[in-house]
């Protein structure tokens, strides 16, 4: 198996013919910025989709690439397989640079999102055809698909055809003809995107077993933020070909760096306040409509630490930690969703929309009956779950 090491890998593509000459006509003077269109960086080279993307990747870690459509984490995927030439930077595999190695000397192997079985194969024929390529003997390929289908439960399909299995049993199967390689790195783009949120969820934890059972190294590409975080040893959030934080499931949805990643991480999304930070007795406190919050003794030794001064802030409170009472902020229930064992509130505070969500365990069903569109309520929060954010940059002040 394998460590990665990505260096400052930057992917740029270069203009067509008629950009080539639009640039050339208008050749930015040295002092001024690159132009940015539709969120990605446009420079006379051509189109930066990958910005200095920085990562050490450990032997057997798994790590998730996440971030919306177009943040550059599949480019990022198919540099690291070859698919892709590296603008800049360097790809490390081990103890080699692999920049300029084709594909298939790099001992990786790829799942895509559209499984790309060959349809006239049975599903023993396409887990073993990798190995029937590098004239692996026969006994040995026997040996190893029947290994991968009894991981992935797929023993009972060998002999039939992909037209005839289910988008799960598929993807098993595309999951099958990559491990039996043993690569040293195992590269998955999007593979669950294609299936039902039922399957999603089955597949997600067949995921993790497998991880259990075969010895390599992880790379997850997702838009889906639940798939990162169930997942990941680490993940990394990208937005518009930039690194946005790097971190644990954990690290990132209790310390967002930046107002991107507290948006992007947790669902529902974190309500974002305009507010003031304030001092009082020595102490930071956030004030937001008639209410004072004292924020938690380590989030005090944090802002004190980086010497943070009063301000008007961004304050960030996730929708769970939010909490209905008998005082604090005046809103009004627009739209009430029953989750089960919660509801999901949308209430109007201050002329802006706020999400909480109420847990029902311990409701009657007539108050949870109560939470209905019209309905008056009063919200608080505590000052250890206040999310404290820089007005003009965005970035966490406990950062």
């Not at 009082?280 to 956030?286: H, T």
Request: with cysteine; charged share 25%; proline share 4%.
């Amino acid at each position: 198996m394998a460590s990665l090491s990505l260096k400052n890998i930057k992917k740029i593509y270069p203009h067509n013919g008629d950009d080539a000459k639009q640039a050339k006509k208008k050749k930015k003077k040295a002092d001024e910025q690159p132009e940015k269109k539709v969120n990605l960086q446009i420079t006379e080279k051509g189109v930066v989709a990958v910005q200095e993307f920085n990562l050490e990747i450990a032997d057997k870690e798994f790590i998730v690439l996440v971030g919306p459509s177009g943040c550059g984490k599949s480019t990022t995927l198919r540099m690291v397989a070859g698919l892709e030439d590296i603008s800049e930077g360097e790809l490390w595999i081990g103890d080699r640079m692999v920049n300029d190695m084709p594909p298939k000397e790099r001992d990786i192997a790829m799942v895509f999102q559209n499984y790309a079985l060959y349809p006239h194969m049975t599903v023993y024929d396409n887990i073993a055809f990798a190995l029937k390529l590098r004239h692996t003997p026969k006994d040995v390929i026997d040996k190893k698909v029947k290994e991968a289908a009894e991981i992935l439960d797929i023993t009972q399909y060998l002999g039939r055809k992909p037209k005839a299995l289910s988008g799960g049993q598929r993807q098993r199967v595309a999951i099958g003809r990559a491990i039996v390689r043993e690569p040293q790195v195992l590269l998955m783009d999007e593979p669950l995107s294609n299936l039902d949120a039922k399957l999603r969820n089955q597949m997600r934890a067949e995921i993790i077993k497998l991880r259990e059972k075969i010895n390599t190294t992880f790379i997850y590409v997702t838009h889906d933020q639940t798939e990162a975080m169930t997942l990941g040893d680490r993940i990394v959030i990208m937005k518009d070909g930039f690194i946005q934080q790097i971190g644990t499931p954990q690290e990132v949805f209790n310390h967002p760096y930046n107002l991107f990643v507290a948006e992007f991480i947790g669902s529902p999304k974190m309500n974002i306040f305009d507010a003031k930070l304030i001092k009082q007795n020595g102490k930071y406190a956030v004030v937001l409509d008639n209410m004072t919050v004292e924020l938690s003794a380590e989030k005090q030794e944090k802002l004190a630490k980086n010497n943070v001064a009063e301000q008007d802030i961004k304050l960030g409170v996730r929708p769970e930690h939010i909490t209905l009472e008998q005082t604090g902020i005046d809103a009004k229930v627009d739209v009430s969703e029953m989750m089960g064992s919660s509801v999901h509130l949308h209430i109007t505070a201050m002329g802006r929309d706020v999400v909480v969500v109420v847990s029902t365990m311990n409701m009657t069903g007539a108050e949870v009956a109560a939470l209905t569109g019209g309905a008056a309520v009063k919200f608080n929060f505590p000052g250890h779950c206040c999310h404290v954010f820089s007005k003009e940059t965005g970035i966490n002040l406990e950062a």
